[in-house]
């Protein structure tokens, strides 16, 4: 399995990724094989974590006083 972070590159009117040459041989992967891609944009933020997120937010906003005072000290 190979994973990594790739940026989007323009191949006419489409978009692509590379796959380094040491990783198609590593995996033994040739030109004409067939491989799954799972596409995961990275700036996308899973629900459960929004959640998180908000609720940080909250306390942050509801004790911003006091988080200051304590970075003042």
């Known amino acids: 399995m190979i994973q990594s972070t790739q940026k989007i590159i323009k191949i006419g009117t489409s978009g ?11 995996q033994n992967i040739h030109f004409g094989d067939e491989v799954e891609v799972i596409i995961k944009p990275l700036n996308s933020i899973n ?27």
């Open 47 to 73: 629900p459960k974590d929004q959640d998180v997120i908000d609720a940080a937010k909250e306390i942050l906003d509801k004790y911003k006083s006091d988080f200051v005072n304590l970075k003042d000290r």
């Open 16 to 26: 692509g990724v590379t796959i380094p040459a040491k990783e198609l041989k590593r």
